[in-house]
């Protein structure tokens, strides 16, 4: 057994634990609390303590803080805290549980080797079974150089990943498959794909076991991650030794290699509720800690929580205390672990004041806003909750991007064949400016993306008509039932070949919008090589084959791929696709043309804007230097092919870049092998896009290999950090 080590009555701050040469200073802030145990444990396993240290209010007692420094201790050692208070009123809200050990909601590393979440929703003691934080000192590792990257947001290509599923399949072949270290030997694939920021689901602590009864009853666990207990500690399940505490430098060790591959890090934060859920749900920490003050609770009973997440409960994001932390958090994660920006699940809730009422003004969104440690942090919202308050278009702040859920269904809507749809495809192939123009916002306010996480993959978003969600044991109530989705003529999987070349076509003209399109486009992993979850919308609790990407999907959809990877490239080599101001129409000086030309069936000729039946769409996207290509490009959604004119641009030619009704690789060309046309007219085929590039015909004249360019200056690709 260790020994027993001294104390003296430490310092009220910093909250969590601080490591220095003669011990380490623990305190928690808890309001209400009448007596405060710290339990000490060698291990993370241990049942048992080896030091129960109680804390007298007269010596370890300030303002809010209960607090005590323990002489000598190492790092290393596990802990918990015993807090106990006035009971439960309904005047109160108070849910104070002398019974039960919690977490410190400041703790860096945490472990739930023993957790049982049904033990901590029940009466008695749960301390066999309990979670519990480790003490770390975070101060000494070697970050060689690395700063957190600042690449702008019009020339970000975001990519959302499962850290876990990205990896756990066998045919990833990693050495350490589910974790960030099996993502780091993923990096040189990241790097060949040509996105620039990963957008991670979930990495902070959070509880596996929070599923429904009946999907805990079949194995299942809650795998996406949106259950967070522990805002400041990595997940320990992304973890190759958990069990050492090993979490900070495991995650710092993944930012620092993508940094070194100038990619960036987004994390997927969930502030808008805990994995505490409701008033029936397990006492973790904040419950038993915080009192009433951390939750939306009923004005007349506080023992009721305001559930606007649709998780139990509701963080009392604007309450200044709770401000303060959240904000605390955030700026640890920047300055200590270099990460590059956040998304905001469920964003809108924490628009909600204490009374549940929507503010106009927010002090927790402007205060994350205005946070000079934040100041070069990519901010971005799901600006709805579960409660139907949508702000897309109207987040409250100035720089926060939004995704652009408009964007993603108008695009679905288009690609399946609605018609009527030109006016607003346009709209939002623009940056969607009647959503942020007129707030004097940009382009890059819009993270556009037609897949997420939460839906559909691509592959299944045309391979299904409906949802299949009963491997989830819901009997497929839960998920989205309105999900635009097209089957291309069967529902699921399917030997008809026209079929599947429909499907990979309708793929094709997915990445083609989104990479064409103005603002910050996201993708999906696994959609550049057409992962399927089997019409499953919503694999929250699918731990498992159904939710890891088979990476043999890349040799099998190669086609696919190559386009995604190519595509990639054509966005990066046309700073007019990464324009940080709305277009206009306005003729450019440098070009003696407008920034963008809309055209009908003929070039110049009125678009069918008023068109209730049309489904196409033909523009042309000027350079922005007088070095710079020209883009055309037209989108023929429809059941028929259409033969185009294509527009005339003096002393230049155009080049056959895409055409996604073709195969691979035919269906996208890369920029030195492109050939000038010798007509100026093409055949769209149906449900097709095709884009064209333009030559300086000096430069044909000058080649003397045909069909082989470079097209110099103006199809260079960006540096990212211009």
């Known amino acids: 057994m260790p020994k027993k080590y001294p104390t003296k009555s430490g310092s009220p701050y910093p909250h969590g634990t601080q490591v220095s040469e003669e011990g380490v200073n623990f ?13 000490l444990f060698a291990e993370a396993d241990s049942h048992q303590p080896f030091q129960i240290i109680t ?79 480790a003490v770390v000192e975070d101060n000494h590792y070697d970050w060689e150089g690395d700063t957190p990257l600042a690449i702008r947001s019009e020339k970000a290509i975001i990519y959302e990943l499962h850290v876990g599923g990205f990896t756990r399949h066998p045919s990833a072949k990693v050495k350490h498959p589910g974790t960030f270290a099996g993502l ?26 929070d599923v429904p009864p009946h999907t805990a009853e079949l194995g299942l666990s809650n795998y996406w991650g949106y259950s967070t207990h522990s805002f400041f500690s990595p997940h320990p399940g992304y973890c190759v030794t958990p069990e050492q505490a090993t979490h900070i430098r495991e995650f710092r060790d993944l930012v620092k290699a993508l940094h070194k591959a100038k990619i960036g890090v987004i994390m997927d934060v969930v502030f808008n509720h805990t994995s505490e859920a409701g008033a029936e749900g397990p006492v973790i920490n904040f419950k038993g800690i915080t009192g009433n003050s951390f939750y939306l609770t009923d004005k007349h009973d506080k023992r009721i929580f305001h559930d ?71 901010l971005i919202a799901e600006a709805w909750d579960a409660s139907g308050l949508y702000q897309v278009g109207s987040f409250p702040g100035y720089r926060w991007g939004e995704w652009n859920g408009m964007y993603r269904d ?25 959503l942020y123009e007129s707030q004097g916002r940009l382009p890059i306010s819009g993270i556009n993306f037609i897949t997420c996480h939460d839906g559909f993959t691509l592959n299944d978003l045309f391979s299904y008509n409906e949802k ?109 696709l990464m324009r940080r101001n709305f277009l206009t129409g306005a003729i450019l000086p440098d070009r003696g043309m407008a920034d963008i030309t809309w055209h009908g069936l003929e070039p110049n000729h009125q678009p069918q804007w008023n068109n209730p ?22 989108m023929n959604m429809s059941d028929h092919a259409l033969k185009m004119q294509l527009p005339v641009i003096a002393e230049r030619t155009w080049c056959l870049a895409v055409d996604t009704s073709m195969v691979s690789p035919q269906d996208i060309t890369p920029a030195e092998l492109q050939k000038p046309l010798a007509k100026q007219s093409y055949a769209v085929e149906s449900r097709s896009i095709v884009v064209f590039e333009t030559i300086d015909n000096q430069l044909i004249h000058t080649k003397k290999a045909p069909g082989f360019f470079s097209k110099l200056s103006h199809m260079k690709i960006f540096d990212q950090h211009d």
Request: include cysteine; charge should be neutral; hydrophobic fraction near 40%.
């Open 27 to 39: 305190s928690i802030s808890s309001r209400h609390a009448t007596k405060v145990e710290l339990w």
């Open 55 to 133: 804390l007298q209010k007269d010596k370890n007692h300030t303002f809010f803080s209960w607090h005590v420094f323990v002489k000598q201790l190492p790092v290393g050692t596990w802990y918990a805290w015993r807090i106990d208070g006035p009971s439960l009123t309904s005047e109160s809200g108070l849910r104070f549980d002398r019974e039960k050990l919690l977490l410190d909601p400041w703790a860096r590393a945490v472990s739930d080797k023993l957790w049982l979440r049904s033990a901590a929703c029940l009466p008695g003691d749960n301390s066999h079974c309990s979670m519990r934080a």
């Open 184 to 209: 780091i030997e993923k990096i040189p694939y990241l790097r060949e794909l040509g996105i620039t920021h990963v957008e991670l689901l979930p990495i902070m602590a959070f509880d596996e076991q």
């Open 308 to 378: 606007y997440t649709g998780c139990g409960n509701t963080v009392n994001a604007n309450h200044p205390l709770v401000s303060n932390f959240i904000i605390s958090c955030l700026e640890y994660w920047v300055r200590e672990m270099h990460v590059d920006g956040f998304r905001f699940d469920l964003a809108s809730a924490l628009a909600r004041g204490e009374d549940g009422h929507v503010m106009q003004d927010p002090p927790l969104v402007w205060g994350i806003e205005l946070s000079e440690q934040l100041a070069r942090t990519k």
């Open 410 to 434: 108008a695009m679905r809507r288009f690609l399946r064949g609605d018609p009527g749809m030109t006016n607003e495809v346009a709209t939002r192939l623009c940056g969607s400016s009647d």
């Open 468 to 576: 299949h969600n009963a491997a989830n044991g819901e009997n497929n109530r839960d998920g989205c039932n309105n999900n635009l989705s097209f089957n291309c003529g069967a529902e699921g999987p399917t030997q008809n070949s026209a079929i599947l070349a429909l499907r990979h076509k309708q793929a094709k003209n997915a990445f083609t919008i989104l990479l064409l399109s103005h603002g910050v486009p996201m993708l999906l992993a696994g959609d550049e090589f057409l992962h399927s979850q089997q019409g499953n919308n919503n694999c929250y609790c699918q731990n498992n084959d159904l939710s890891w990407l088979n990476w043999a999907d890349g040799k099998r959809n190669a086609d696919v791929l190559r386009f995604v990877q190519q595509m990639i490239k054509l966005r990066k080599r046309h700073p007019s």
């Open 613 to 634: 039946e049309s489904r196409m769409l033909a523009f042309t996207l000027a350079g922005i230097n007088e070095n710079d290509a020209d883009l055309h490009v037209i």
